[in-house]
């Protein structure tokens, strides 16, 4: 019955609506529920920045929150495929790193698109390119976790799906690592991250995660 609306006119629609005693607001709902699973159907979850990437180069993934939540699922399954004993225990995975990776998921203004520990990640819209805007305001975040966290390196990513380039924060001003595809600068910025004894918890997300 969904896929017959779509066939119909505006005035057909509205008179099927009339017969079958539905309000506009519940037909809309289904719609937009229709095209949801389409969505979910059309694109599955990525397990891998390789994916993401892929799916962004070919136009399957095109809006900036479905890329911020793509690359949240594929940092997760990147993580755990360098290997936890390389990286950290399983309860800081599972209790700590896990629930802040995940709180990035509540898309919120004023806040990096992703943050963990010591790492920050802008996000661009897919294919739009790294653009001095969105690099700065990724200086702006890190500046702000180094002073939370003192002396401590601050990595910073900013990636439009394609391409990205890794910066680092050790003193006055952020340093560029590492640019090219993606996929490849974001493994080499993990591998720096798990081969370090670095974990940044701010006071926020202890809030967050646990509540007090």
Known sequence: MHCFFASLSAVGVVSLLK?????????????????????????????????????????????????????????????????????????VKSYILWPIIDINKRLRRGRPDIRFSNVVIEVEA???????????????????????????????????????????LGGDQPTCRMSGDMSDVMRAMLHAFCSREIRVVTPDDLIEVFGI
């Open 19 to 91: 017969i079958l005693k539905i309000s506009w607001q519940r037909w809309l709902n289904i719609a937009y529920l229709n095209l949801a699973l389409i969505s979910l159907m059309a694109f599955p979850a990525c397990c891998s920045f390789s994916c993401v990437q892929q799916a962004v180069k070919s136009g399957r993934l095109d809006h900036h929150d479905q890329l911020v939540h793509e690359l949240l699922d594929a940092l997760k399954c990147e993580i755990q495929s360098i290997g936890l004993d390389q990286c950290m225990n399983s309860h």
């Open 126 to 168: 897919p294919r739009r390119g790294v653009g001095p805007a969105k690099r700065n305001q990724l200086f702006g975040y890190m500046q702000q976790l180094a002073q939370l966290a003192p002396g401590s390196p601050i990595f910073g990513v900013v990636t439009d799906g394609a391409v990205a380039e890794w910066w680092e």
